[in-house]
């Protein structure tokens, strides 16, 4: 076969036109799109591990990090202890953190979400501190690395006059990192000792519910026992909250009498139950609950065991009729709040969330003709709540009341109020201002009630021991603190200096006398165990500055948990509130 060689030449090059040429400004095209895609490829591997904003990105995976109380550094002699501290301690488990997240795996990262997940972790009571980082997965979604420091949790006090022990409770917080407490407690009592024990669940069943119950024996000698099982409504994400409570107690009261003579003492029985539910309407941050729940309740007021002969007990009791109730109580609140995350108002240094805006509930019952009941009224409770303030300043006000229409008597009666008004200032980095002002009163009570000045809350520092009571208190207090610093970076130490004042009214409860104003100033010393916890343990000492009889220098111990500092009413009030009456809808 012969090859023709100009044909077969001019064949290549024919094939060789069709062979595509690339232009200087198409090969520069080119090589800009190869240099991007690098790029973006160095930008992935770059952001991988690193903090991103929570903006709607898959969340890859969940990572949990628990940590004990203390976190030794170093082998000097002082860590010791810090070691043999944690080897009590057992660390939260890891199941019991992911329960409280409002976020899980697949879903998309939502910062409101991450940061009330965070508030949620925060709150609990055997938890020191807690964060949730949102870090790049690398490949367009993100990881959730949670971690918490927990609290140290064992219970170990005791009380003492002299020599002589008069009290002593042991018990622990997160027994086994489960997010379960238990406590024992004995206290020595003129009558009759008293002994209790106390139990939380703070994940019943594996949900965040939360179980309560307790049993004691009390001076009275029978067995007093209460069981409360409640879904809290922890955040504005959810939807439905809802709480059964019984209680069967017997109990003394003690009347104070101005002067030498002894407390008038009378016996109480009471016991309730309560269930209730209550479902959001509206959008988180702006939202109404409505509810509905069923109360019955029965009290009286009795001669004690031993009857004192100066105590004219007919008239005494003769207020506190027995009463027989069953009712239906509508629930409705309002709420329009959102949480602010700030340092050293109630916390030494710890971070603690505050409530910003405004909520508002209440509760409307009637009473029903069912299971002998004999009580013919109309309940009507309230408490509303508003906040503002920022980084430096924050003004709170709590007022809650109740009261009675009485259709036996066709009257208002059993009128109970509260009020709390707390500014905080921080002057400094370390320097922080608490005005507090308290405000209680009762009308008309159907259950015994008095106030004093010794109440621990409600009352003025240095009169614990004073004998005067009354049927309305106000009290002011002024305490500026300061940050001092660490000690061996396992805990922080702070100072406090207070002033009191404050006085009683006699109103219409038995015994009653009006005060003038009452002084009390002193010293705190204040410690968070461990360093960066949210509770606070506080050393007062306390002197009364005005003439009291009875009162003189005290000490107190006390602590405070930043994130749980929820006004709660002073304890001489709130023992004769309706047990029907939730101390807050949310």
């Given at each position: 076969?012969?090859?023709?060689?100009?044909?077969?030449?001019?064949?290549?090059?024919?094939?060789?036109?069709?062979?595509?040429?690339?232009?200087?400004?198409?090969?520069?095209?080119?090589?800009?799109?190869?240099?991007?895609?690098?790029?973006?490829?160095?930008?992935?591997?770059?952001?991988?591990?690193?903090?991103?904003?929570?903006?709607?990105?898959?969340?890859?995976?969940?990572?949990?990090?628990?940590?004990?109380?203390?976190?030794?550094?170093?082998?000097k002699w002082w860590t010791f202890p810090v070691r043999v501290a944690n080897s009590l301690h057992a660390t939260t488990d890891e199941s019991v953190i992911r329960r409280y997240l409002i976020l899980e795996r697949g879903m998309?990262?939502?910062?409101?979400?991450?940061?009330?997940?965070?508030?949620?972790?925060?709150?609990?009571?055997?938890?020191?501190?807690?964060?949730?980082?949102?870090?790049?997965?690398?490949?367009?979604?993100?990881?959730?690395?949670?971690?918490?420091?927990?609290?140290?949790?064992?219970?170990?006090?005791?009380?003492?006059?002299?020599?002589?022990?008069?009290?002593?409770?042991?018990?622990?917080?997160?027994?086994?990192?489960?997010?379960?407490?238990?406590?024992?407690?004995?206290?020595?009592?003129?009558?009759?000792?008293?002994?209790?024990?106390?139990?939380?669940?703070?994940?019943?069943?594996?949900?965040?519910?939360?179980?309560?119950?307790?049993?004691?024996?009390?001076?009275?000698?029978?067995?007093?026992?209460?069981?409360?099982?409640?879904?809290?409504?922890?955040?504005?994400?959810?939807?439905?909250?809802?709480?059964?409570?019984?209680?069967?107690?017997?109990?003394?009261?003690?009347?104070?009498?101005?002067?030498?003579?002894?407390?008038?003492?009378?016996?109480?029985?009471?016991?309730?139950?309560?269930?209730?539910?209550?479902?959001?309407?509206?959008?988180?941050?702006?939202?109404?609950?409505?509810?509905?729940?069923?109360?019955?309740?029965?009290?009286?007021?009795?001669?004690?065991?031993?009857?004192?002969?100066?105590?004219?007990?007919?008239?005494?009791?003769?207020?506190?009729?027995?009463?027989?109730?069953?009712?239906?109580?509508?629930?409705?609140?309002?709420?329009?709040?959102?949480?602010?995350?700030?340092?050293?108002?109630?916390?030494?240094?710890?971070?603690?969330?505050?409530?910003?805006?405004?909520?508002?509930?209440?509760?409307?019952?009637?009473?029903?003709?069912?299971?002998?009941?004999?009580?013919?009224?109309?309940?009507?409770?309230?408490?509303?709540?508003?906040?503002?303030?920022?980084?430096?300043?924050?003004?709170?006000?709590?007022?809650?009341?109740?009261?009675?229409?009485?259709?036996?008597?066709?009257?208002?009666?059993?009128?109970?109020?509260?009020?709390?008004?707390?500014?905080?200032?921080?002057?400094?980095?370390?320097?922080?201002?608490?005005?507090?002002?308290?405000?209680?009163?009762?009308?008309?009570?159907?259950?015994?009630?008095?106030?004093?000045?010794?109440?621990?809350?409600?009352?003025?520092?240095?009169?614990?021991?004073?004998?005067?009571?009354?049927?309305?208190?106000?009290?002011?207090?002024?305490?500026?603190?300061?940050?001092?610093?660490?000690?061996?970076?396992?805990?922080?130490?702070?100072?406090?200096?207070?002033?009191?004042?404050?006085?009683?009214?006699?109103?219409?409860?038995?015994?009653?006398?009006?005060?003038?104003?009452?002084?009390?100033?002193?010293?705190?010393?204040?410690?968070?165990?461990?360093?960066?916890?949210?509770?606070?343990?506080?050393?007062?000492?306390?002197?009364?500055?005005?003439?009291?009889?009875?009162?003189?220098?005290?000490?107190?111990?006390?602590?405070?948990?930043?994130?749980?500092?929820?006004?709660?009413?002073?304890?001489?009030?709130?023992?004769?509130?309706?047990?029907?009456?939730?101390?807050?809808?949310?």
């Amino acid at each position: 076969m012969s090859i023709n060689r100009g044909s077969w030449i001019e064949g290549c090059r024919l094939r060789a036109t069709k062979i595509p040429v690339l232009r200087p400004r198409s090969r520069s095209v080119v090589f800009v799109i190869a240099l991007n895609a690098l790029s973006a490829r160095e930008t992935n591997a770059q952001a991988e591990g690193e903090k991103v904003v929570c903006n709607g990105q898959i969340i890859s995976d969940i990572q949990v990090n628990t940590r004990a109380p203390y976190d030794p550094k170093s082998r000097k002699w002082w860590t010791f202890p810090v070691r043999v501290a944690n080897s009590l301690h057992a660390t939260t488990d890891e199941s019991v953190i992911r329960r409280y997240l409002i976020l899980e795996r697949g879903m998309q990262c939502s910062e409101f979400r991450r940061a009330e997940s965070e508030r949620i972790l925060r709150v609990q009571p055997y938890l020191a501190s807690a964060e949730i980082r949102t870090i790049s997965d690398g490949q367009g979604g993100v990881v959730l690395r949670v971690e918490t420091v927990d609290e140290l949790t064992t219970i170990v006090s005791a009380g003492a006059r002299g020599a002589h022990l008069t009290g002593l409770r042991l018990g622990d917080r997160n027994i086994a990192g489960s997010a379960t407490s238990i406590t024992a407690q004995w206290r020595q009592s003129d009558i009759r000792d008293i002994y209790a024990i106390e139990f939380t669940d703070y994940q019943f069943l594996g949900r965040r519910y939360i179980l309560d119950a307790d049993i004691s024996r009390r001076e009275i000698g029978s067995p007093n026992w209460s069981a409360d099982v409640r879904h809290p409504f922890f955040t504005d994400q959810q939807r439905f909250a809802w709480r059964v409570k019984a209680e069967d107690t017997r109990e003394l009261f003690h009347f104070l009498r101005d002067g030498e003579v002894p407390s008038a003492v009378i016996g109480i029985e009471r016991s309730f139950v309560d269930a209730g539910a209550v479902v959001r309407i509206g959008l988180p941050g702006r939202l109404s609950l409505f509810g509905i729940s069923f109360s019955r309740e029965t009290d009286a007021a009795v001669e004690p065991p031993i009857a004192d002969t100066t105590v004219n007990y007919s008239a005494l009791l003769a207020p506190y009729k027995r009463r027989n109730n069953s009712r239906i109580n509508a629930l409705w609140a309002i709420r329009n709040i959102y949480f602010r995350r700030v340092e050293r108002f109630d916390a030494l240094n710890a971070a603690q969330d505050i409530r910003l805006g405004f909520q508002a509930g209440t509760l409307f019952g009637r009473s029903l003709a069912l299971g002998g009941a004999t009580d013919d009224d109309i309940l009507v409770a309230a408490d509303i709540y508003g906040g503002l303030g920022g980084e430096r300043t924050f003004v709170r006000m709590n007022v809650r009341g109740e009261g009675h229409q009485n259709y036996d008597n066709n009257e208002w009666d059993g009128i109970l109020g509260s009020g709390n008004l707390a500014a905080y200032r921080r002057l400094g980095d370390k320097h922080t201002v608490k005005l507090n002002v308290d405000w209680s009163g009762g009308w008309k009570q159907r259950t015994p009630f008095q106030l004093s000045l010794g109440d621990s809350r409600g009352g003025v520092r240095g009169y614990r021991r004073s004998r005067a009571g009354g049927g309305r208190r106000a009290v002011l207090r002024l305490e500026e603190r300061w940050y001092v610093g660490d000690f061996r970076e396992q805990a922080g130490l702070g100072l406090a200096f207070f002033a009191d004042a404050g006085r009683l009214w006699a109103g219409d409860v038995p015994y009653g006398v009006d005060t003038p104003v009452k002084l009390g100033v002193g010293l705190g010393l204040l410690a968070a165990v461990p360093k960066g916890s949210k509770r606070t343990w506080r050393l007062d000492v306390a002197f009364p500055v005005s003439a009291d009889g009875k009162a003189k220098w005290e000490f107190r111990l006390s602590s405070v948990n930043a994130n749980r500092v929820e006004w709660r009413e002073p304890q001489d009030l709130a023992r004769s509130r309706e047990r029907a009456v939730p101390n807050n809808a949310f």
